[in-house]
């Protein structure tokens, strides 16, 4: 019964993690018990009964430690209802049109049969680490541009799935 979710992320400079706590908060609001944890700590996912799977994205890929995420725990992960987002633009796209996934996660859709994936906007601000996201900042082009309604309408519907599942077994 998938009553009980995982929430695992990848994140440089935590913009993500707090999308993947923003998808955590709602799914316990909704009556789910959610594990909020980095990808990169999860021991094992077969206590869980579905994952939420979410990852920056760096140079057109899903951060390495949601990608080693799927190598390690690929077996199990086909096995369970899976969900996937990635948080990157720094610009309004992602609100204004569906992002498809990066190509190493559309294939991992495929592998695993994930049930969904969104994009949603990133974040870049003050602060990040590396040179080039210093450069972005310092060039005016970062910002905030994470939706929280959107991201909170999307975690209520995996909610809803989850519930109705169990409702039904
Ligand atoms: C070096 C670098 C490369 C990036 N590459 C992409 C990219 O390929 N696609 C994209 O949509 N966003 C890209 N971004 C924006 C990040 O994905 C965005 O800042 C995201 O919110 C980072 O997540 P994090 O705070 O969890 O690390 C890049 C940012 C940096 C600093």
Not at 17 to 25: F, K, L, N, S
Not at 35 to 54: E, F, I, N, Q, T
Not at 150 to 163: F, M, Y
Request: hydrophobic share 40%.
């Amino acid at each position: 019964m998938p009553t009980s979710v995982l929430v695992a992320y990848g994140t440089t400079n935590g913009s993500t993690a707090q999308i993947a706590e923003a998808v955590a908060e709602v799914l316990r609001k909704e009556g789910l018990t959610a594990d909020l944890l980095p990808a990169g700590s999860v021991a094992d996912v077969r206590p869980y009964g579905a994952v939420v799977l979410g990852g920056g994205l760096y140079a057109g890929r899903w951060h390495r430690d949601a990608r080693r995420f799927l190598s390690r725990h690929g077996r199990h992960l086909a096995k369970r209802p899976l969900w996937f987002f990635s948080s990157g633009p720094l610009d309004a796209s992602a609100s204004e049109r569906d992002i498809p996934p990066v190509r190493g996660v559309r294939r991992a859709m495929v592998r695993l049969d994930a049930r969904g994936h969104v994009t949603f906007g990133g974040c870049l601000e003050e602060g990040a680490k590396g040179r080039i996201a210093r450069a972005i900042v310092r060039n005016g082009k970062g910002g905030d541009f994470r939706d929280f309604t959107a991201i909170e309408e999307w975690a209520a519907r995996i909610a809803d799935e989850l519930l109705k599942e169990r409702a039904e077994n």
